[in-house]
């Protein structure tokens, strides 16, 4: 669905989203393991995948962080006069942020081709939308600020797909923002930190993983019209896996960034001497770090 | 104001934005008259959104756009700190040298103008502190249009700290266009006998006090005004050491962690043997800025205050 001129950016929960614009297993899990064959050189870590060539901005740590930079994406393809959009993903955790406040009357005052994605999967790490958010609807705040909205069920991938490209149009042709909600689901804690024991129980995750599961609702569909066979789906499952496995592989035989690397890929300027104008000491740590 | 239309002409990716740019003309008329020959579509009235609108220049630097955000004071920038602290030096380490954010962020950057604490911040050590940012303060205007060329120009992001007082100085100024590297400092007076390093309004305040010592008592101070803090040039400060062995510094940051103490390690580290006494200085008095007129004076490096702490330097 993406053009030339439509771009990514989204929070920390970046891996699909690096799949998805066609990041390589390989580098994606050097990145994880902290290796130098890394997407960032081992720099970033999880939360900080980028391919710029990618159209796709990260990868970002802090909750709601992304979405001034995501108005400033939409707003250099304004400036630029190009016919695009910038797809900014959040989390329902990230809506109740000042900075997407801020972002949104931006948007909607000086008309970005922005879509804001909320990705609502009903937890802020551990505490539930009810007990988080003021307001049934979090992309119905949107109208506050001008800004058309939608919601659909995360479950249901063509929805999903008619949903977007309605937004995406929205933004090509009439250069406007959307706020889309996606009620979604995360089977995990928030993190390797949560033991996800306090907030939820066993049974509401199995339960949609049972009914809900996107993967599995959409394999049922496609089989059931006879586009894919279940030999098929083991196949592209097998394969998947294998790929993964292989990318874990990749990864333990890649080596460690060297040392010097802690202080390259700070400045342009440094990293590109031929072109340096300044002057003076840029690092100040006594002594040098060793190669 | 010379600088910015310069580089408006010569790039258009080159655009600016902040509160009170457009048709205010600025709220120190720094902007004035970039609207009518630039037009709204690259000076732009932001709303009152620092975290917005500094979060969306820093998206747009990071898609090759090259823009100048306007804080109305320095202070503002607190409320879009995540932003400027956290987003605008971390992307591009982040993404492995992927990306990189071309912006420069001016405003004035000072106390000493009755506006109270919450206003009256210099921030510059804050930047000086985060790798991934560069930060000037000019103390001239002629400096300020030379650097701020030079911010324009550089590809990572450049916190530009101007000065109210710095507004209304009416140096000389070329038709001719020039720029000032980042990381050169300026001897601004010549001397033999004290060595006074100072960066922004304390310069000034600084050249103020050389002129005291000089005149009732006879002291030579040499005043190396640093221009740039991040980079820094090293090299200036310590040629001025080895001659005159005396040092004093002088900032209008809070002491802790202010610009000078980096200074003061950094002489004491490589100039230890040319020391003929402890390395003094004159910080702000380490409370919130004061609102009453004359404390505030007091409260920031004055000539006095300064000319006294000299005369320790020599002791």
Known sequence: MMGEHDHVITAYRDHGHALAVGMGMNECMAELYGKYTGCSKGKGGSMHFFAPDKNYWGGHGIVAGQTPLGAGIAYALKYQELKGSCMCFMGDGAVNQGAYHESLNLAGLWDLPVIYIIENNGYSMGTSQERSSAGEILAKRAEGYNIAWDICDGHDLEEVRQKTSEAMARAHNECKPTILEIDTYRYRGHSVADPDKTYRTKDEIAEYQRTKDPINLYREKLISQGVLTEAEAKEIDKAARAEAEESVTFAEQSPFPPTEEITRDVYWEEDNPEHKVSQGRIFFQDPPVEG | ?315
């Not at chain 2, 747009?60 to 004071?73: K, Q, W």
């Not at chain 2, 000089?214 to 090299?235: C, M, N, T």
Request: hydrophobic fraction near 40%; aromatic fraction near 6%.
């Open chain 2, 1 to 315: 104001m010379q600088a910015m239309a310069e580089e408006m002409d010569r790039d258009d990716k080159v655009m600016t934005m902040g509160e009170e740019v457009a048709q205010f003309k600025g709220s120190y008329k720094v902007t004035e008259g970039l609207l009518e020959r630039f037009g709204a579509k690259r000076v732009i009235d932001t709303p009152i959104s620092e975290a917005g609108f500094t979060g969306m220049a820093i998206g747009a630097a990071m898609m090759g756009l090259r823009p100048i955000c306007e804080l109305m004071f320095w202070s503002f920038s607190y409320v879009a700190f995540d932003q400027l602290f956290n987003n605008a030096p971390n992307v591009r380490y982040m993404s492995g040298g992927l990306a990189n954010v071309p912006l420069v962020v001016r405003g004035p950057s000072n106390g000493g103008t009755s506006v109270g604490a919450t206003h009256s911040h210099t921030v510059e050590n804050f930047a000086a502190n985060t790798p991934g940012l560069k930060v000037v303060c000019p103390a001239t205007a002629y400096d300020a249009k030379g650097l701020l060329k030079a911010a324009i120009c550089d590809n990572d992001p450049v916190f530009f700290m101007g000065n109210t007082i710095l507004y209304n100085d009416t140096g000389e100024i070329p038709e001719e266009e020039y720029i000032i590297p980042l990381g050169l400092a300026d001897v601004k007076r010549e001397g033999a006998d004290l060595t006074i390093v100072a960066h922004g309004r304390a310069t000034i305040t600084s050249l103020k006090a050389a002129e005291v010592l000089k005149a009732e008592h006879g002291i030579d101070a040499e005043v190396v005004d640093l221009r740039s803090i991040r980079p820094l040039d090293e090299e200036t400060i310590l040629t001025s050491v080895r001659k005159t062995n005396r040092v004093l510094l002088v900032e209008e940051n809070k002491p802790f962690c202010g610009v000078d103490a980096q200074i003061s390690h950094m002489i004491q580290e490589k100039a230890f043997d040319f020391l003929d006494g402890p390395i003094k200085r004159v910080s702000a008095v380490d409370a919130p800025a004061i609102y009453s007129p004359p404390l505030e004076k007091l409260q920031l490096p004055y000539p006095e205050r300064v000319v006294k702490e000299a005369l320790e330097a020599l002791k």
